[in-house]
């Protein structure tokens, strides 16, 4: 599975929303699927799908579907586009 | 002619959030926070027309941080105080009330959230840093949402942000999760973990229920971090030094750190350091003032505390009176290194109603 595949389904299944719906432009809070306590069901999903551990400033910056990207490719995570 | 643009609010407030948090001389602070305090005081006169009536007689340029309206914390519960439309507001908070209160309602917009959660994290990374740790949670799993969010699941949900391998220790009815706590205890015995409750919640139906039932839990690694008023444990003659040590007796945990705040002012709470002083972050400032005629009290002596934070831009709460008791101790010099003001706080003005988070947990055996 490629990263970007991977990050959509961690979107898809911490939110609960659709593979459509998953686009750089989503932003945090701006749907109701995607709220503080969705958001920390996201943080764990991602860990797991990466396996990385994420910190406490990167929680604060994820504000977006891009952000996540920006954030996870300090990780080691690489994102083709 | 053309002036420069000016900085709009919420771009000098991110700035705020960007300093450091316990660096600050409080005279370069004051410097600092006046113009921003001056500033949401405008936004609120615009925005907020109960605000707009209370004070907009008071001027609009004040000199002094201290000559700045505050809000009585009471009006929360009286009024629905918001300072942007309905659409904006994202989260309504509720301080969970007992039977015969009226709930304060905070309401929240993206914006106000997210910088609530920043501050949180800034300070906390002033003593946790910036990893996440596994994390007991000494309260109850948070029931089904019905939009609203009491001031207990948020407090809950802010300092969750700080943890991993989130385990709640209590059941729905208060009791102890013994397997919980047992798998918990079993997997994170070495390793350092963020332990957090409320205080009076953490007292009653941890520590206490340890001690009757004989049960061990060790977490020599742990740091116990608590909030909420402490009434109930005044009731029980537990003062700060004796949760400590009963703490560390019984759990064998020696970091405990007890901070100051309130659903009113969420993020910018006043921790308590190593020396036991609570310390104001850069976000938020604290006034004492007289309860009689509201002068600003000198250092020592004992009166209300008013508190001051540069985040609330969705509801009118940036200055508000408590009806908590306190005594500022000391500006710049606290032992711990922290600058700024300094404050110990005495419990509630009397024959105020029983609020906070844990004080309004109602307990079976109480």
Redesign the interface.
């Given at each position: 599975m490629t990263n970007e595949k991977k990050l959509t389904q961690a979107f898809v299944s911490a939110l609960s929303i659709d593979e459509a719906q998953v686009v750089d432009s989503l932003q945090y809070n701006t749907i109701k699927e995607w709220d503080s306590t969705a958001h920390m069901v996201l943080i764990a999903e991602l860990e797991d799908a990466f396996d990385v551990m994420l910190d406490t400033d990167d929680i604060i910056d994820m504000s977006s579907v891009a952000k996540a990207k920006t954030i996870l490719q300090r990780y080691d995570v690489e994102f083709s586009d | 002619m053309l002036t420069d643009r000016e900085p709009h609010l919420p771009e000098i407030i991110e700035e705020v959030l960007g300093l450091p948090v316990y660096e600050l001389l409080q005279a370069d602070k004051s410097a600092y926070l006046l113009p921003v305090f001056n500033q949401l005081h405008v936004h609120h006169t615009q925005q907020c027309a109960s605000y707009f009536n209370a004070f907009s007689s008071h001027g609009s340029q004040f000199k002094t941080i201290s000559e700045l309206p505050f809000v009585a914390v009471r009006l929360f519960k009286l009024l629905n105080l918001k300072s942007v439309s309905e659409d904006k507001v994202?989260?309504c908070l509720l301080s969970s009330g007992t039977t015969g209160s009226t709930p304060s309602k905070v309401y929240l917009d993206?914006v106000t959230?997210?910088w609530q959660?920043?501050a949180l994290?800034k300070i906390?990374?002033q003593f946790l840093g910036?990893?996440?740790l596994p994390m007991l949670i000494i309260d109850s799993p948070p029931q089904t949402?019905d939009g609203s969010l009491n001031a207990r699941a948020a407090g809950i949900?802010g300092l969750?942000?700080?943890g991993?391998h989130?385990t709640y220790a209590l059941n729905s009815d208060m009791s102890i999760n013994w397997k919980a706590i047992e798998q918990f205890s079993a997997k994170f015995a070495n390793v350092p973990t963020l332990i957090f409750g409320f205080t009076f919640m953490v007292w009653q139906h941890f520590i206490l229920e340890l001690q009757r039932t004989g049960k061990q839990v060790n977490l020599p690694q742990g740091h116990l971090f608590h909030s909420g008023g402490w009434k109930k444990l005044a009731a029980q003659e537990v003062d700060n030094t004796t949760f400590k040590q009963v703490v560390k007796r019984t759990v064998g945990i020696s970091q405990v750190t007890n901070f100051y705040g309130m659903a009113e002012q969420v993020g910018s709470v006043f921790m308590e350091c190593e020396r036991g002083f609570l310390h104001a972050p850069v976000t938020a400032d604290i006034i004492i003032r007289n309860p009689y005629n509201f002068k600003v009290c000198a250092r020592g002596e004992r009166g209300l505390v008013q508190v001051l934070s540069v985040l609330p831009y969705s509801y009118p709460g940036f200055s508000i009176l408590t009806e908590d008791l306190g005594t500022l101790r000391g500006t710049d010099d606290c032992q711990c290194g922290r600058k700024g003001n300094y404050f110990t706080l005495h419990g509630r003005l009397p024959k105020v109603e029983i609020r906070g988070c844990s004080d309004t947990s109602q307990s079976p055996l109480s």
């Open positions: - | 994202t989260k993206a959230s997210r959660s920043k994290v906390m990374q910036k990893q996440r949402s949900q969750g942000l700080f991993r989130h």
